[in-house]
């Protein structure tokens, strides 16, 4: 999350298929250039066609040119280094597994990330282009700028990396599914999922906490993944922990963060959405009935801007519905949402209000009455990015109260 301050959204219009009325209204300065010996596992440019403008950058005989301009991070040599997607920056060497992540990062750009392949299948995954060279898998990332601006980043001798085979069935939830639980309390969210090793000493120390909120994707997620997966879940969970599931989507048209919503394409792009976060739900294990948040970053803007915001989060929740989850939303100004709570627009199922005023309760809130989403669906992120120490252990988190359903 990047703000304690959400967007209000006002608006007039009619969606009959989502509505039952028609009125509603820290840039990186240590940097590191590329080295000029020639390594296997290090950043070279020699015999590289270089510009005035432009660097290559060649790792382990892959080679990708960029703009000089842009910081390039040795993962080996720097392993805490957050892989962040909001800046750009080539990153080489595969990711440390504490990744000192800032709490809240929202947005994508173009990015290259250089790694060691083993040639095994690799899953797709929104705001990439992915391509093999050798033993090495190139990914760059893309914003507003879209997918040609990444894939103008891949060598054209590089070549796409082989796919998982289609599965008639999410694999993922084999196994016994583990019911969706009312928690009540503390709760933190990080950027990038801490490592098992670091959940586990907080687990274990007196760190009030019992949820995290972890992304689990979309075009605007701009840390990585860090350590989430499957097992991670398993595991984590088997600390004692539960889940709130967080996806960054596309952002309002008027806020210049990442990947923008489409006025004319809003509810197209909200089910598209949905049918992306369903899908990494199934692959990180959390069963029909767990809530999924919407994370949508603070805006101002035009009616434009506003109407497509209302139409994107309609179609989010519709579709989620439509395959048994729960749609959540994270904001921080709800005017619009309530104003409409009872006349046809398709409400959220549980909210997260981000109102950064130090009170870790999820009741009496200055825009949303208390008799609206009272039934355990409220999480209330009232405290911005600092660090927190348990068990030897810094990380990187915002604060929640929770009193809400989670994975």
């Not at 028609?22 to 590289?48: F, G, M």
Request: aromatic residues 8%.
């Amino acid at each position: 999350m990047r703000s304690g301050r959400r967007a209000v959204v006002v608006a007039t219009f009619a969606t009959p298929a989502l509505f039952a009325t028609s009125a509603l209204a820290s840039s990186p300065t240590d940097s590191r250039p590329a080295q000029s010996t020639v390594s296997s596992d290090s950043p070279t440019t020699p015999d590289s066609p270089s510009t005035k403008d432009s660097a290559a950058i060649t790792y382990r005989g892959a080679t990708v040119t960029v703009p000089r301009s842009w910081p390039v991070y040795d993962l080996a040599k720097d392993p805490t280094r957050c892989v962040r997607l909001d800046r750009h920056a080539v990153y080489l060497g595969t990711p440390g597994a504490n990744q000192s992540c800032p709490a809240h990062v929202v947005g994508r750009t173009e990015t290259v990330s250089l790694q060691p392949y083993s040639g095994a299948p690799i899953p797709t995954e929104s705001g990439t282009v992915q391509a093999r060279q050798g033993n090495v898998l190139i990914t760059a990332t893309y914003g507003s700028a879209g997918a040609k601006a990444a894939a103008a980043l891949v060598p054209p001798t590089a070549i796409a990396p082989p796919r998982p085979a289609a599965t008639p069935a999410p694999a993922p939830n084999a196994g016994p599914a583990v019911a969706p639980k009312v928690v009540r309390g503390a709760a933190f969210d990080t950027c990038a999922a801490p490592s098992r090793s670091e959940m586990h000493a907080w687990s274990k120390s007196v760190a009030p906490y019992k949820a995290v909120a972890i992304y689990i994707g979309g075009l605007n997620r701009a840390c990585p993944y860090g350590n989430l997966s499957a097992a991670w879940v398993r595991d984590v969970r088997s600390y004692g922990y539960r889940f709130i599931p967080t996806y960054v989507g596309r952002q309002a048209p008027c806020t210049g963060i990442g990947t923008p919503i489409t006025p004319s394409q809003a509810t197209t792009q909200g089910l598209n959405g949905a049918r992306d976060a369903i899908k990494n739900m199934a692959k990180f294990g959390f069963p029909k009935g767990s809530p999924v948040y919407l994370d949508m970053e603070d805006y101002h803007g035009s009616s434009s801007c506003n109407r497509a915001v209302l139409q994107f989060v309609a179609a989010w929740v519709y579709r989620l519905h439509l395959s048994g989850y729960r749609a959540g939303l994270y904001t921080s100004t709800w005017a619009s949402i309530v104003r409409h709570h009872n006349d046809g627009f398709r409400n959220p199922d549980d909210v997260w209000i981000a109102r950064w005023n130090g009170k870790p309760r999820v009741f009496g809130d200055s825009v949303i009455p208390d008799r609206f989403w009272a039934k355990h669906q409220r999480i209330h992120q009232y405290r911005g990015s600092h660090q927190v120490r348990y068990g030897r252990v810094t990380l990187s988190i915002d604060t929640d109260q929770i009193d809400a359903r989670t994975g």
